[in-house]
């Protein structure tokens, strides 16, 4: 729908910008992911180990969550960002 | 053991403290500070309302039934907030924009408004919702009952809690019809609870590893050493809860008051999407300990669901089990107040307003307040839903486990999630599409989940378990399609999921959305480019003191008359009433929903306005604004290239009329200069011839031959502009004839040979390929031949001049190219040698004025042909090109 003509490449903060976007978006794929692969070997392992995988990757996910959040654009410059078409952007 | 009284006590006394402190953060709020009250940090705490009374007293029981299972129910949640970037920031901006008051009225605002759809996600809500309001009955009554004994009876706590439930929610609920359906006073309340059930958990759990197990090495070993030591996982059952939970995150009433409606500033989201799943972390961090412990120290066929508030007292902790009790009512309370406001919300806009404007078809503009009908529906539906959560709990048995019945609820919600996500994300999604998913998802989950959760023979006789109803075996309620063996609970998420996203899609596809819907549909799949709103309503003829009337009745006559005035002002109009614009009356439902839905406003708007709604022709005109911006763009550019080409035209004409003038100025000399000689001389030489009285007779013949010859040229000169000048005003009769090219040729030849031997011009000639005959005026033919052939006996500067004549038949039309060896013409030149009285040089034996190629021209456009001049042929080169047969016309 957006035709104005998009620059092939961006400025180098523009383009962290996009690539955080990215990254807060691959997030969840990356926790279903974690959580899902007690799936595979859960059954042949104790809850104390168990427990401790979960908890430790929770913290991790916990973590990343904090530095993508807090680095992410605010709302105004996100929208600038997302109004370009294609959102995954020039690289 | 703590009396049962201090119990009561110290309960009235903490509910008490939450009236206060709501009523505070109302007061404040409405003094214009709301400040903290709208921190990220209450805003995570408020989203705690995920954890229930289920999660916190069933949680434990759950670890101590199957270990780590239990906490796939914070798991799915926890992908939810890190992943808040791709659907809840989309979610909470769509809230925002359009003024979403529920999740039905998200459903229904995004398939163009619907009411049906609206009824049927809130039915579905309801029926949902009740079994876990049952279950946070539940759970407070069993706790009261761990304090109080076994002879207490439980019917007559639950209906007490229910009872205060009830007044807290229609107290701090609905108090006002708030624009944005925020509640301050609840909001800070259910974070409060959050708090305590945090410090209980907590403490219990610190208590339990450092108290009684002795330190988390003690702890872990006393894991090892317990019955869920083994990992027993499911892991269908895992990836299915995990699943469900983040499904039921999103789509359950009560998680979508806080996270979308009760937001009020999109950033919290990025706080909450680490604080949210660290709140969770730290909820389940001791469930497994507690639970171990409990199954260690207490008689086997204690309770585990209850193990939170038995373990202390086990250890003579009253005051950590009072801690404890005081959490697990507080996750119950949230929960209720919460489900409940959200319920009732929607059964008013979506069930009651609808029959009640339906009932009174006079419609909106009857004078008096709306604002009384829709708050005292909105009591009524708190009232009557916590009447069904205690039938439900009295008449279920309160038997089963809690956590079953929760995941019950869950499933039943998820349904929603097809048509939500569809909805946000895909354009394509329709109304019918969704009510068919939903409705579909619906059956399937009562009649795998719901209904056999009753128990068998409760609602459905054994038999049906056995062999199916009517006897059909591929319809048995728990294996559908005679898939055996599968959980009870992922055989109905599985089949119920399934069918659902195939009937929402199948539907979708087939269907052909209203074009209300579209807009709609467009509006909220790219909310983040038209942030501002979309247009929903046509040119329509109603009049503003109506709509001021309506307005009146449902903001209250202060809101809706600083509105009015606001609006006016903006037009640039004094007083209340406004110009009934198309944007106004988008801002007006706008508002309206804020109070009492999408659906419901827009239905009220209808009514005033006779039901001119969006046409299709006002959705082609105003949803595709950037596709009409990019139509103008490329008009824009056409006519941009169009101007650009006349430019150069333009540009090309002015060039060629400046030559033309100076061309005409030096001519103007050239003419009279031409004419003067001649003249000259004429009068020279009769002036002589009239003095010389005696003059030899030789003499007088060669003076009377310059005379002559001089007369000669002057008449060949005027001769010619005649010419031209006939030729340029058509008047022109044409002699036309059958001839060869070759005839026509050699006559032309012949004509300029004879008169220069010396200076002979070679002509090559291909003989074979001239004899082609035209029906065409030969005369006039031969007048531009020979034209061409002397300028190139003139102009032609080789050493050994040679003329090129080849004829070529193209199609139709004869081309006779006529190409000599000497320089050719100049560049700049070749677009000038066909103007009248064009001369590139000066030399004076050319003895002609310019108007040789300017005659040529004008005769082979009389003949239906042309001349050019043909560049890059090694020399001066004349393309003639000519029809065939010239047209009878001409």
């Given at each position: 729908?957006?035709?104005?003509?998009?620059?092939?490449?961006?400025?180098?903060?523009?383009?962290?910008?996009?690539?955080?976007?990215?990254?807060?978006?691959?997030?969840?794929?990356?926790?279903?992911?974690?959580?899902?692969?007690?799936?595979?070997?859960?059954?042949?392992?104790?809850?104390?180990?168990?427990?401790?995988?979960?908890?430790?990757?929770?913290?991790?996910?916990?973590?990343l969550a904090f530095i993508i959040s807090r680095r992410l654009p605010t709302a105004g410059q996100a929208d600038e960002a997302e109004k370009e078409p294609g959102r995954s952007g020039p690289g | 053991m703590l009396s049962f009284n201090l119990l009561v006590g110290v309960c009235l006394g903490y509910v008490c403290l939450l009236f206060l402190v709501a009523f505070a953060a109302e007061k404040r709020a409405r003094a214009g500070k709301a400040g903290w009250l709208r921190s990220p940090v209450v805003y995570t705490l408020s989203l705690s309302i995920y954890c229930t009374g289920w999660t916190f007293y069933g949680a434990v029981g759950n670890a101590a039934r199957s270990g780590l299972e239990f906490v796939t129910i914070y798991l799915g949640p926890t992908i939810v907030m890190i992943g808040w970037w791709v659907i809840l920031r989309k979610l909470v901006r769509i809230g925002r924009t359009q003024r979403i008051t529920s999740i039905a009225d998200l459903i229904s605002s995004r398939y163009g408004k619907s009411t049906s759809l609206g009824v049927l996600v809130t039915l579905l809500a309801v029926v949902g919702t009740t079994p876990y309001i049952a279950l946070q009955l539940q759970s407070v009554t069993l706790a009261f009952g761990v304090f109080g004994g076994p002879s207490r009876d439980g019917n007559a706590t639950a209906v007490w809690v229910a009872i205060g439930l009830a007044l807290f929610t229609v107290i701090f609920g609905t108090r006002s019809l708030d624009a944005n359906e925020r509640h301050h006073g609840v909001v800070i309340a259910i974070a409060v609870e959050a708090v305590v059930k945090l410090v209980a958990l907590c403490a219990l759990g610190v208590f339990v590893v450092w108290g009684v197990a002795g330190g988390p090495g003690d702890a872990a070993q006393l894991i090892e050493a317990s019955p869920i030591s083994q990992w027993d996982m499911q892991p269908d059952r895992w990836v299915t809860l995990t699943f469900l939970s983040a499904t039921a995150f999103l789509c359950l009433p009560r998680m979508f008051q806080v996270l979308v409606v009760e937001n009020s500033d999109e950033r919290h989201l990025a706080t909450a999407s680490w604080a949210f799943p660290l709140y969770l972390l730290l909820i389940s961090l001791f469930v497994v300990p507690i639970a171990v412990v409990g199954l260690a120290v207490m008689p086997a066929g204690a309770n585990p669901d209850l193990f939170v508030l038995t373990v202390p007292l086990a250890f003579d902790r009253e005051g950590l089990a009072m801690l404890s009790f005081l959490g697990g009512f507080s996750a119950a309370t949230s929960m209720v107040i919460v489900a409940a406001i959200a319920l009732s919300t929607m059964v008013s806009n979506h069930i009651v307003m609808p029959i009640w404007l339906n009932a009174r078809s006079g419609g909106a503009t009857v004078s008096g307040d709306v604002r009384h009908v829709v708050l005292l529906s909105r009591r009524i539906s708190i009232a009557g839903i916590l009447a069904l959560g205690y039938i439900y709990y009295r008449y279920s048995g309160g038997g089963a486990a809690l956590a079953a019945m929760g995941l019950i609820a869950f499933v039943g919600v998820s349904q929603v999630l097809p048509a939500l996500i569809g909805g946000i994300f895909w354009r394509g999604a329709t109304r019918i599409g969704a009510g068919l998913g939903v409705a579909i998802g619906f059956a399937v989950w009562l009649y795998t989940l719901f209904l056999p959760s009753f128990g068998e023979g409760v609602v459905f006789p054994a038999s049906i378990y056995e062999v199916g109803p009517w006897g059909i075996w591929l319809l048995r309620p728990q294996a559908l399609f005679g898939i055996e063996g599968m959980d009870p609970l992922v055989h109905a998420v599985f089949w119920s999921l399934a069918l659902n996203m195939a009937a929402f899609f199948i539907g979708s596809l087939l269907s052909f959305p209203r074009p209300l819907e579209r807009l709609q549909g467009a509006t909220f799949v790219n909310i983040y480019r038209y942030s501002d709103s979309t247009r929903g309503w046509g040119q329509s003829f109603v009049e503003a003191e109506d709509l001021l009337v309506m307005a009146q009745r449902i903001l209250g006559a202060g809101d809706a008359q600083a509105l009015f005035v606001r609006v006016a002002a903006e037009q640039g109009?004094?007083?209340?009433?406004?110009?009934?614009?198309?944007?106004?009356?988008?801002?007006?439902?706008?508002?309206?929903?804020?109070?009492?839905?999408?659906?419901?406003?827009?239905?009220?708007?209808?009514?005033?306005?006779?039901?001119?709604?969006?046409?299709?022709?006002?959705?082609?005109?105003?949803?595709?604004?950037?596709?009409?911006?990019?139509?103008?763009?490329?008009?824009?550019?056409?006519?941009?290239?169009?101007?650009?080409?006349?430019?150069?035209?333009?540009?090309?004409?002015?060039?060629?009329?400046?030559?033309?003038?100076?061309?005409?100025?030096?001519?103007?000399?050239?003419?009279?200069?031409?004419?003067?000689?001649?003249?000259?001389?004429?009068?020279?030489?009769?002036?002589?011839?009239?003095?010389?009285?005696?003059?030899?007779?030789?003499?007088?013949?060669?003076?009377?031959?310059?005379?002559?010859?001089?007369?000669?040229?002057?008449?060949?000169?005027?001769?010619?502009?005649?010419?031209?000048?006939?030729?340029?005003?058509?008047?022109?009769?044409?002699?036309?004839?059958?001839?060869?090219?070759?005839?026509?040729?050699?006559?032309?030849?012949?004509?300029?040979?004879?008169?220069?031997?010396?200076?002979?011009?070679?002509?090559?000639?291909?003989?074979?390929?001239?004899?082609?005959?035209?029906?065409?005026?030969?005369?006039?033919?031969?007048?531009?031949?020979?034209?061409?052939?002397?300028?190139?006996?003139?102009?032609?500067?080789?050493?050994?001049?040679?003329?090129?004549?080849?004829?070529?038949?193209?199609?139709?039309?004869?081309?006779?190219?006529?190409?000599?060896?000497?320089?050719?013409?100049?560049?700049?030149?070749?677009?000038?040698?066909?103007?009248?009285?064009?001369?590139?040089?000066?030399?004076?034996?050319?003895?002609?004025?310019?108007?040789?190629?300017?005659?040529?021209?004008?005769?082979?456009?009389?003949?239906?042909?042309?001349?050019?001049?043909?560049?890059?042929?090694?020399?001066?080169?004349?393309?003639v090109t000519l029809p065939q047969a010239l047209a009878a016309a001409a």
């Open positions: 729908m957006n035709d104005r003509p998009e620059p092939m490449f961006l400025a180098r903060e523009t383009y962290r910008r996009r690539r955080l976007m990215d990254a807060a978006r691959f997030l969840p794929f990356l926790g279903a992911f974690v959580f899902i692969i007690p799936a595979l070997w859960a059954q042949a392992t104790g809850t104390a180990a168990g427990k401790i995988y979960i908890f430790g990757t929770w913290i991790c996910l916990i973590c | 109009k004094r007083g209340y009433l406004p110009d009934v614009t198309p944007e106004f009356l988008d801002l007006l439902e706008r508002e309206l929903s804020g109070s009492v839905g999408a659906a419901t406003a827009h239905a009220m708007l209808g009514q005033l306005t006779g039901g001119v709604t969006v046409s299709v022709e006002d959705l082609m005109r105003v949803a595709d604004e950037t596709a009409q911006m990019m139509e103008q763009r490329i008009q824009l550019e056409a006519k941009s290239g169009e101007l650009e080409i006349t430019a150069r035209q333009l540009r090309d004409a002015n060039e060629k009329l400046t030559q033309l003038s100076v061309q005409k100025d030096a001519f103007l000399s050239q003419i009279s200069h031409e004419l003067r000689t001649p003249m000259t001389s004429l009068r020279a030489f009769s002036e002589i011839l009239m003095d010389s009285e005696k003059m030899a007779g030789s003499e007088r013949k060669r003076y009377s031959s310059i005379i002559h010859d001089e007369t000669l040229r002057l008449t060949r000169l005027l001769d010619d502009l005649l010419d031209l000048s006939v030729l340029e005003n058509g008047q022109v009769t044409l002699n036309t004839q059958p001839v060869t090219v070759s005839a026509v040729l050699d006559r032309a030849i012949g004509a300029t040979q004879s008169r220069d031997e010396a200076n002979s011009l070679r002509i090559i000639r291909e003989r074979d390929r001239e004899d082609v005959t035209l029906v065409t005026d030969p005369d006039r033919l031969a007048q531009v031949f020979i034209n061409v052939v002397s300028n190139a006996q003139k102009y032609c500067d080789a050493a050994t001049p040679e003329l090129r004549i080849s004829v070529s038949a193209v199609g139709d039309r004869v081309v006779v190219d006529l190409i000599d060896n000497g320089s050719g013409i100049p560049k700049d030149s070749q677009s000038m040698i066909f103007e009248k009285f064009a001369r590139l040089s000066d030399q004076r034996a050319a003895g002609g004025a310019g108007l040789g190629l300017a005659i040529c021209r004008e005769i082979m456009v009389r003949l239906g042909g042309g001349i050019d001049y043909l560049p890059g042929q090694g020399g001066a080169a004349f393309r």
